[in-house]
């Protein structure tokens, strides 16, 4: 349920303006070339677990809302001018010569901001109205990791099975995160071409396919224009991109069950407080008000009490989560009591 103790008035928007930095790094790193090009890497997966412990957690408060969200609106599309950026001076970095890996340190960098950065505003802006200049602008973030899919996938069968062994997104009990990713790319891929197959797309009409060629089309201008070694730079920035999303998506339910049909409640999505996760992040921390109200933009999201508490924040969970039995250690004894347990054939 949501929570009863209540504070007198919003959290200052400013926080979230740190969120920015991340891109910013990136940006900097890939103009100034050499070593600079792993900064983002450093910020990131370095310095940010440290500053989702160091900073703590907030109060589970119900906040007033807030009367205007332009400051919210401004971010968002701040956010996804830095993404196209940052994947641009990524390009510009591959074709001007540098080292191999010069090139693939900034490519995991980059792609790492997308993850972060890009993703995350077409996740937000995905839920907007179809083809609104909002939803467009989440399809040209998503154009850029190669993932245009995704939107289909996750607000058709993520948001109605999430929980549910029907919901290729979400990790089962004891599933490592390698796994995970190996199965869920595909399974989402699969999942959203399913969708428009049987809302009578064939295989020439179906977004998920105009998607596909769109997307090989830009990798092929790119080596065309640009050279090979630019369009390697590009798939390396995607491929880490969408890692790191499917890291997020592992994190955000795992484990979590229900019964197929059942009522999904709050507690079949992990939530964390980490004041830097939430700030930094867009509040995605706050993910079982997310998908009891869906409709409702990220500054209007409010913590759950009865929902499973990660143990930090994503930045703090990262390193731990790539490591299956530490993980496993650590995630499970928080488990909901009350949990329809499905145990991943890893476990078994």
Request: aromatic share 10%.
């Amino acid at each position: 349920m949501a929570l009863q103790a209540t504070a007198t008035r919003p959290e200052a928007w400013g926080w979230h303006l740190l969120g920015l930095i991340n891109p910013v790094v990136v940006i900097a790193g890939n103009l100034l070339g050499g070593p600079f090009v792993t900064a983002g890497v450093i910020y990131m997966l370095g310095i940010g677990p440290m500053l989702d412990v160091v900073l703590g957690k907030s109060a589970l408060l119900q906040r007033p809302s807030r009367d205007s969200g332009r400051p919210f609106e401004v971010m968002l599309f701040a956010h996804a001018l830095l993404q196209l950026l940052a994947v641009g001076t990524l390009l510009l970095l591959a074709a001007g010569g540098a080292s191999v890996w010069i090139v693939v340190f900034a490519a995991v960098s980059t792609g790492i901001n997308s993850g972060a950065s890009g993703l995350i505003v077409a996740h937000e802006l995905g839920h907007r109205r179809k083809k609104s200049f909002s939803w467009w602008i989440s399809q040209l973030n998503l154009i850029s990791v190669l993932y245009l899919h995704f939107t289909t996938e996750h607000n058709r069968t993520h948001h109605k099975h999430v929980a549910t062994t029907a919901d290729p997104a979400t990790a089962r009990y004891g599933e490592s995160v390698w796994w995970f990713v190996a199965r869920t790319v595909p399974g989402q891929f699969l999942d959203a071409w399913r969708l428009h197959a049987a809302r009578g797309h064939s295989p020439i009409t179906s977004p998920v396919a105009r998607g596909a060629a769109c997307e090989v089309l830009l990798v092929v201008s790119i080596a065309a224009f640009l050279g090979p070694i630019p369009a390697l730079a590009f798939l390396i920035q995607a491929a880490s991109a969408v890692f790191l999303l499917e890291y997020i998506n592992y994190l955000r339910h795992y484990g979590l069950q229900r019964d197929v049909g059942s009522r999904q409640t709050a507690a079949h999505s992990w939530q964390s407080e980490n004041r830097w996760s939430r700030w930094t992040l867009l509040e995605l921390t706050r993910h079982p008000a997310h998908h009891l109200e869906a409709g409702k933009p990220f500054w209007k999201l409010q913590p759950y009490e009865n929902a499973p508490e990660l143990p930090s924040g994503y930045y703090g969970c990262f390193w731990v989560a790539l490591i299956p039995p530490l993980w496993r250690r650590l995630i499970h004894p928080r488990m909901p009591s009350t949990n329809t347990l499905v145990v991943h054939k890893e476990t078994v």
